[in-house]
C-alpha cells in the first residue's frame, strides 16, 4: 500500500510540483492550502509524513507543529522554509519538526528527503553500524522496545519523534563510546547536513527533557566539552 502523505503550501505552483513528483515516485498525497486546514486534517487522518511550510495564512507552520506535538501525533514533519534563517530552523525542530529544507530546492531533493525520513522512521528501525535486533533495550530506568517503537521511562510511556527514538537507540547501541556531533548526524540523519550539527544539539536537548531525572546535571547523556555526547548506565540507586 503506498504510503500517504500530507502536503500543506500556499504556493498553489510549489504544491502542484510536489504533488505530481511524489505521486510519480509512488506516494498517495493529499494536500491543504493554509495551516488550519492542514491542522484540521493531520488530526483527522493518518499519514506517513507531514510536509509543512513555514509562512501559512490562518495558522502558520511552527503553530501547527506545536499543535501537533501537543496532542501527540508524532507523524514525521518536514519543514519548508523561504527563509535561511537558522532560528526559524532551530525553533522548528525544537516544535518538534524531522527536519527542513529550505527553498528553493528541487522536487528530486523532496523525494530523497522524504524517502529517507520513512525509512530512517520506520518501525523496524536500524542505525547505519548496529542492526537493531534485539526485542528490549535497557539503559537505567529507560527500556526501549525497538520492534514495537515504544520506550518506556519507569513503566511510563514516552513520546519521541520518529528521529528522536532513533537517536536513542543509536546512543544506547553505542553506550559508553563518545560521538562527535557529526557522527550523530551521520548515523542518524543518514546524508550531509551541510555540517549544520544544531539540530543535533536540539534533539539531544529533547531526549534530556524525556529521560533525565535533573536536564543540569544529567546521567543518561553526558557532554563531552569539545567533542561530542556519550550516553553512559546511569549508577544504581542504594
Not at 27 to 38: E, I, N, R
Not at 159 to 183: A, C, I, S, W
Request: proline letters at 5%.
Amino acid at each position: 500500500m503506498a504510503q500517504k502523505l500530507l502536503i500543506v503550501d500556499d504556493e498553489e505552483s510549489i504544491l502542484t510540483l510536489l504533488q505530481f513528483n511524489l505521486e510519480q515516485a509512488g506516494f498517495q498525497v493529499t494536500t491543504a492550502m493554509d495551516g488550519k486546514l492542514g491542522l484540521e486534517k493531520a488530526m483527522q487522518n493518518a499519514y506517513d509524513l507531514i510536509i509543512l511550510d513555514l509562512m501559512l495564512p490562518e495558522i502558520d507552520g511552527l503553530e501547527v507543529c506545536k499543535e501537533l506535538r501537543q496532542n501527540k501525533i508524532m507523524t514525521p514533519i518536514l519543514m519548508l522554509t523561504a527563509k535561511d534563517d537558522e532560528f526559524d530552523k532551530v525553533l522548528g525542530l525544537e516544535l518538534g519538526a524531522d527536519d527542513y529544507l529550505t527553498k528553493p530546492f528541487s522536487p528530486r531533493e523532496v523525494v530523497a528527503r522524504v524517502r529517507a525520513i520513512l525509512r530512517r522512521s520506520g518501525k523496524q528501525s536500524s542505525t547505519n553500524e548496529t542492526e537493531v535486533k534485539s526485542l528490549k533495550l535497557t539503559i537505567g530506568d529507560v527500556n526501549i522496545f525497538p520492534d514495537n517503537y515504544e520506550v518506556y521511562l519507569k513503566d511510563e510511556p514516552l513520546e519521541l519523534t520518529p528521529k528522536e527514538f532513533e537517536l536513542l537507540v543509536y546512543l544506547v547501541n553505542n553506550m559508553g563510546r563518545v560521538l562527535t556531533r557529526d557522527q550523530l548526524l551521520n548515523a542518524v540523519w543518514n546524508y550531509e547536513f551541510v555540517g549544520d550539527t544544531r539540530i543535533v544539539d536540539v534533539h539531544i536537548s529533547h531526549l534530556r527533557e524525556k529521560i533525565e531525572p535533573n536536564t543540569k546535571k544529567p546521567v543518561y547523556i553526558k557532554t563531552i566539552r569539545g567533542l561530542g555526547y556519550k550516553l553512559e548506565d546511569p549508577p544504581k540507586h542504594e
